[in-house]
């Protein structure tokens, strides 16, 4: 069964920083999709990017991009010029292309919270 | 993105009643949904997942007979908590995916939290 883990459970970045938070996971398949889901205080699910494990380029969107390694079984997200409505738990999420018993939902880590200080 | 939402958003109800979530897709065709429960700072469990017109797949652990899930149609799945109890009471979020490759993604509802007295 596939794991996804986050070791980082608080995070925190100055106003205009760069942060990185953490994301391992742990699969045989090779096809698979990540993904970076934010939850603000609302607890609305976001999806901030995603990344097909096929693509070698990392992907990116504005100020978000990941460093997907995938031999190493790592997904690190990167939060540039950070702002204070990026405050919110953050859930790297690994979803099987393989649509057997588990229907390809998600499989989430425990989340990271990440504090924004301006 | 795609639009799901979900009512009510909150609901307060007596201990041993029966609370109906709704979950609907409102942009697009959700051949599959996926019901998620949440408790306080941690991440989301997954309950069951359904598709339409068929039986939902429940979690390992999860009472098929207390959380009564219906995939009736194409836009609208409902997650029954029968004779609910105080240690039901969580935050619920549905999340709806379609079949097309544009609506492949995973969309989530903004959740409903139950509480139950």
């Known amino acids: 069964a596939q794991t996804v883990t986050q070791s980082q459970p608080e995070m925190s970045v100055q106003e205009a920083e760069t942060v990185t938070l953490s994301c391992t996971y742990d699969t045989s398949e090779s096809d698979y999709y990540l993904f970076w889901y934010k939850q603000p205080p609302s607890r609305q699910m976001i999806l901030v990017i995603r990344q097909e494990a096929y693509k070698q380029q990392n992907a990116t969107e504005n100020r978000f991009s990941v460093n997907f390694q995938k031999a190493a079984k790592s997904f690190s997200l990167k939060i540039s010029d950070s702002q204070l409505g990026d405050a919110a738990m953050y859930f790297c999420?690994?979803?099987?292309?393989?649509?057997?018993?588990?229907?390809?939902?998600?499989?989430f880590g425990k989340g990271t919270k990440l504090s924004v200080k301006p | 993105g795609a639009v799901v939402s979900q009512h009510p958003s909150w609901v307060i109800c007596k201990s041993g009643t029966s609370v109906k979530i709704e979950c609907r897709s409102l942009?697009?065709?959700?051949?599959?949904m996926f019901w998620y429960r949440q408790f306080p700072k941690q991440s989301l469990m997954l309950m069951a997942t359904s598709n339409e017109g068929s039986k939902a797949t429940y979690e390992q652990g999860v009472e098929k007979d207390k959380f009564l899930i219906n995939h009736a149609s194409l836009t609208l799945s409902t997650l029954t908590v029968t004779s609910a109890h105080p240690e039901d009471s969580s935050f619920y979020i549905c999340?709806?995916?379609?079949?097309?490759?544009?609506?492949?993604?995973?969309?989530f509802g903004p959740g409903t939290r139950l509480t139950v007295l």
């Open positions: 999420a690994y979803r099987s292309l393989e649509y057997g018993g588990s229907q390809g939902n998600l499989i």
């Open positions: 942009d697009f065709q959700a051949t599959t």
């Open positions: 999340s709806a995916r379609g079949s097309s490759v544009l609506n492949n993604e995973q969309f």
